[in-house]
């Protein structure tokens, strides 16, 4: 690839980030090795929290784990978007641009029971943590789904849409 996005989460969820991220580099760059850090972005995933300034990008990925690398922090409202289409379920599948843009798209998340999706991880990583403010509350809205429960992902109208725009992506 020319280009790779790595998608992590932000300061709300418990990732072992500095952790998982140099390990990561290290595999890319041992499989690709033309690739350079200047053609790695991070982008921090916050969904409709407020985007980190400096000092918050910072503690999430210090200079000292991704050196070289690009990060930048995800704004639901402000980043620029590509817009993928909408999903049989009818969410608009909206994410940042520049991760869209990326040949390779990756997420580092992790996996906790969630109160309406069921579990976190995978795709929400993307969809939710670097999608649009439109993408995020039409995904949301189907928590009303009777089977939109923690640690549920069998027939749960919420992970299911998740899943396909990350299908879509």
Do not use: W
Request: hydrophobic share 40%; charged share 20%; proline share 7%.
């Amino acid at each position: 690839p020319r280009s790779v996005a790595i998608a992590v989460s932000d300061e709300t969820r418990p990732t072992p980030t500095k952790l998982l991220l140099p390990l990561l580099l290290k595999r890319l760059y041992k499989v690709y090795p033309e690739l350079t850090s200047e053609c790695i972005m991070i982008v921090i995933g916050s969904g409709l929290h407020p985007p980190l300034d400096d000092a918050g990008i910072r503690r999430v990925v210090p200079e000292s784990i991704a050196p070289g690398c690009r990060v930048v922090a995800h704004d639901a409202l402000h980043s620029p978007m590509k817009d993928y289409g909408l999903t049989s379920r009818g969410t608009p599948v909206i994410i940042n641009k520049e991760l869209a843009d990326a040949d390779l798209r990756l997420v580092i998340g992790n996996i906790d029971p969630h109160q309406f999706v069921g579990f976190t991880g995978g795709s929400k990583g993307i969809v939710i943590g670097c999608g649009s403010k439109r993408t995020i509350e039409a995904n949301h809205a189907l928590m009303s789904d009777k089977n939109a429960c923690v640690a549920n992902i069998d027939g749960n109208a919420v992970r299911l849409d998740i899943d396909e725009a990350g299908d879509m992506i």
